[in-house]
């Protein structure tokens, strides 16, 4: 297995072809977790989050938090949360690793009465900017402005005020934005046009069952009623439907048969709609499914939008399916601008893909063959994993640190279905 092997870096490699079987477990989803580990800062009693996913991202969103004041116990899926934060500065070497540190503005505004947090990094999936987060803050009274790197923003001693957030495009994190800082405000927000992701929606639920009042939730239109304080909660973080998507896809292109367990199938409606489009059996039940295929997928275009359309989080995985489809597919990536960076990686494998600036073609070929591939996004490395179960021989994948961003146990979950699936030097 490692004869590609020429340094020390660690790298996944996968014999392709073995039919995926059994039944596997999906995790508590990273992108609800996030913004709900972000609300210990406005949450000062009893926290209790449960179903959180051991991920690098996590692990560094609780690193920021402690760096801000908050004290954590994390044990096998829990983080309990006492505590307050101590200062208004976010760390800035922290930051940079995760886009998603981002969210830590508005609890942490709403909390010290001023937040300087650095501009993120993360995922290089184009520009990716924060002005909807800014116009947030500004829209509940709080003055911001940008020094060498940092957002700086901070309250007059009226505090946060309610207001009109009318967002100019659909944004996730700039309503889980809106969402936590409003909770907190004197007075009512409304906000329109807001993302209505599952993860949004468990930001709410949970915030609600703290003593917030929102409603609307699971709608475009939010309605907040200030309150004075937060009260002990205890939270489950919703099942991560992207990796349910993508176990999904990992059963349908090795042919094979999975039972997909701890999930919401609704949460998956149009993706599993598209999957059945391309000739896959697809049963879902009240917390699991099962997801089949026996023969060559057939193609389906698609374009991502936001919830409840094809998630672009899901975007890449389908590429590689559609890569092994039985004709010609036409993918249409409408939310980030560059978000096809694996598709020279993918070609590596034998996959044909023209693409036309947010459009690909995918040309199905009958059978991928393995390659050395390099990820270079989260999901990216997802795509070239299931290029790799589908190819014959051996592929290398590169680039882990993208993969352990949000796919927890992967390695033990595959190789459970029976992929030949090691990670290595
Ligand atoms: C979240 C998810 C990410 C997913 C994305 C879209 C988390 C931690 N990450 O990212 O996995 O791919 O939703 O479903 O939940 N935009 C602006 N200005 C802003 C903010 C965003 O123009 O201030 C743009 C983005 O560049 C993008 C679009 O809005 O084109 C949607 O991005 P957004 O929904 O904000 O993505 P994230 O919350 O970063």
Request: aromatic fraction near 12%.
């Given at each position: 297995m490692n004869s590609f092997t020429n340094n020390n870096i660690e790298k996944i490699y996968i014999t392709g072809e073995k039919k995926l079987t059994g039944n596997v477990n999906i995790s508590g989803a990273k992108n609800a977790a996030l913004p709900l580990m972000a609300l210990s800062l406005i949450i000062n009693k009893d926290f209790n989050l449960y179903n959180v996913p051991d991920l690098a991202d996590t692990r560094l969103m609780s690193n920021l938090l402690i760096d801000l004041g908050i004290k954590l116990n994390w044990k096998k899926g829990i983080l309990n949360f006492y505590g307050k934060p101590k200062k208004d500065e976010a760390s800035d070497d922290l930051v940079r690793q995760?886009?998603?540190?981002?969210?830590v503005l508005g609890p942490l505004l709403a909390s010290q009465g001023s937040a300087k947090v650095p501009l993120p990094g993360g995922?290089?999936?184009?520009?990716?900017?924060?002005d909807l987060h800014v116009m947030v803050m500004e829209a509940l009274g709080a003055n911001v402005s940008f020094d060498s790197g940092f957002i700086i923003s901070s309250l007059s001693n009226e505090g946060l005020k309610g207001g009109v957030i009318d967002f100019p495009k659909v944004s996730v994190g700039a309503t889980e934005s809106a969402i936590m800082t409003a909770v907190l405000a004197k007075g009512q927000t409304k906000i329109l046009n807001a993302a209505r992701e599952p993860e949004v929606t468990d930001l709410a639920n949970c915030l609600n069952k703290a003593g917030a009042n929102i409603k609307?939730?699971?709608?475009d239109i939010l309605i907040i009623n200030g309150v004075k304080e937060l009260h002990e909660v205890t939270h489950s973080v919703v099942s991560d439907r992207i990796e349910a998507g993508s176990f999904a896809i990992a059963s349908i292109i090795t042919m094979g048969k999975v039972q997909i367990n701890n999930i919401n199938p609704e949460n998956l409606t149009e993706f599993l709609n598209v999957l059945k489009l391309t000739g896959s059996k697809i049963e879902t039940f009240k917390n699991s499914m099962k997801v089949s295929c026996s023969q060559r997928p057939k193609p389906f275009d698609v374009s991502t939008n936001p919830?409840?359309?094809?998630p672009t989080d899901l975007q890449a995985q389908y590429m590689a399916l559609m890569a092994i489809a039985d004709g010609k597919t036409l993918i249409k990536e409408?939310?980030?601008?560059?978000?096809?960076?694996?598709i020279p990686e993918l070609m590596r494998m034998g996959a044909k893909i023209s693409v036309n600036r947010q459009e690909a073609e995918i040309y199905g070929v009958k059978k991928l063959k393995g390659a050395r591939v390099m990820a270079s996004d989260l999901r990216a490395s997802m795509c070239l994993i299931l290029g790799a179960l589908a190819a014959s021989g051996i592929s290398e994948i590169d680039g882990l640190h993208h993969l352990d961003r949000g796919y927890e146990n992967l390695e033990d979950k595959l190789a459970n279905l029976g992929a030949m699936i090691k990670r290595s030097n």
């Open positions: 995760m886009r998603a540190s981002i969210l995922c290089a999936i184009g520009s990716r900017p924060i609307g939730i699971g709608t919830y409840p359309g094809f409408t939310i980030f601008e560059n978000r096809f960076m694996h």
